[in-house]
């Protein structure tokens, strides 16, 4: 990884699968959202959340004419509405512009916020989730959820909380089911998986 660590950065490139509609304001200043799908080298496809200010959209239809490429930060908050998942995840856009091939590159800094659960997926594969604490601007964190694999997993799973890791992978979406009182509901999940992960 560069010697210069990147706190929060996603660079993304994809296709716009619907158009931006209104998803709130905040000091006079309206944002929208819109999703995104990028596909992996496997050619499985990830769906991801895109936040934007009305003023970064572009005005000539930049958005239906093809792919799209987006700059930006991860972002998280609580859903407290009761309805889907509590902790939400997305990309706030700072840039969009004409795009090519499909990208998904996340650089993060931040500092593990609970104890990191190191477990094997029914595949046999060793995993290790963490929370990262990323910090923004005005004493605000971004809580995000990372996974690590293998080696790297064992690596990072007695991580105190604390620790500064260092993370560089691609935000993925999954699709699960949730059961509650007996009745199945399907829901989404977001979380950075790491490519290369280490304490700083």
Known sequence: MDEVYVTNRA???????????????????RFFTFPLRTCRLSGTADTLNIVVRESVLPRD??????????????????????????????????????GGEDENHISLTG???????????????EIC???????????????????AWGQQARDVAGSPVGTQLAVRGRLQSRAYTKVIDGESFQRQAFEVSAADIFPL
């Open 11 to 29: 660079e993304l490139c994809g296709t716009v699968t619907a158009l931006p509609r209104y998803s709130h304001e905040s000091r006079g200043i």
């Open 61 to 98: 239809g930049l958005l239906e004419a093809g792919p799209v490429r987006v700059t930006g930060e991860l972002r998280s908050f609580n859903n407290k509405s009761g309805v889907g998942n509590r902790l939400v995840l997305t990309v706030f856009a700072r840039d969009l512009a004409p």
């Open 111 to 125: 500092a593990v916020c609970k104890e990191p659960v190191l477990r094997v997926t029914p595949m046999g594969r």
């Open 129 to 147: 989730d963490i929370i990262l604490a990323v910090t923004r601007r005005y004493r605000r964190s971004d809580y995000i959820p990372v996974i």
